[in-house]
């Protein structure tokens, strides 16, 4: 059964500071994995989406990098704002059950100003 | 362009009631998925919804039912309220004839039982 952790589960950080947000899966038999955030009470915006023949994504200043063989995602965010306060999800496409996302339980930032 | 959209924003029931949520999806999009987010946790696959069928469902009881019409927008029914339905509810639309599109979400209506 395909499990979805995510580390550290809250993370505060002073502005302008480099940060990577961790995310771990079971199984390596995937389609992709999806990296999103959500600001308290929102829906979710999907900041990455790699695809498991991939290794990385870059988009602005956020870079995701992903390692199936070892099960593990990583998200950087270089140069952090106080606008990137948010809780970020990372989620998984399973092969055995291709139609929906595992989602982690996600990493809450606060950056601090 | 549209992204999804999803009304009610908020919703307050009391147990044993019946509750209906209801999704549009992004402009060019037929395929919706439903996604139940307690609070401080990750969304929950409930199922999702192809060409007005269930295509793939969750571990979810029979309470939560749904339905997808032709024009691709989607329902959420929830029958015999509890108080653990207490939850936001998210839509998702997908192009759905692949394994490896992007989900895109709506804004969530937030479901309150007492």
């Known amino acids: 059964k395909q499990e979805v952790t995510q580390i550290p589960a809250a993370l505060s950080v002073p502005e302008g500071e480099n940060l990577v947000l961790n995310c771990s899966f079971t199984?390596?038999?995937?389609?992709?994995l999806q990296w999103f955030r959500q600001d308290p009470g929102k829906g979710l915006t999907s900041l990455l989406l790699?695809?498991?023949?991939?290794r990385e994504q870059t988009s602005g200043r956020l870079n995701a990098s992903l390692d199936k063989s070892s099960g593990r995602s990583t998200l950087y965010i270089a140069a952090s704002q106080p606008g990137d306060s948010a809780t970020y999800l990372c989620a998984v496409r399973p092969m055995d059950s291709s139609y929906k996302l595992i989602f982690g339980s996600g990493t809450r930032l606060l950056v601090r100003p | 362009d549209a992204g999804v959209t999803q009304s009610p924003t908020h919703l307050i029931k009391t147990r044993g009631q019946q509750v209906t949520l209801r999704c549009s999806p992004k402009?060019?999009?037929?395929?919706v998925s439903w996604y139940q987010q307690a609070l401080g946790q990750g969304p929950q696959f409930i199922f999702q919804?192809?060409?007005?069928?269930?295509?793939q469902r969750g571990n979810f009881p029979d309470r939560f039912s749904g339905h997808q019409f032709p024009n691709y927008s989607s329902e959420l029914n929830v029958n015999a309220l509890l108080l653990g339905d207490s939850a936001l509810y998210l839509c998702?639309?997908?192009?759905?004839?692949?394994?490896?599109?992007?989900?895109?979400f709506g804004p969530g209506t937030r479901l309150t039982v007492l």
């Open positions: 998702a639309s997908s192009l759905g004839r692949t394994h490896t599109d992007t989900q895109y």
């Open positions: 402009s060019g999009h037929d395929t």
């Open positions: 199984d390596s038999a995937i389609y992709n």
């Open positions: 790699i695809q498991s023949s991939q």
């Open positions: 919804y192809y060409e007005e069928e269930e295509r």
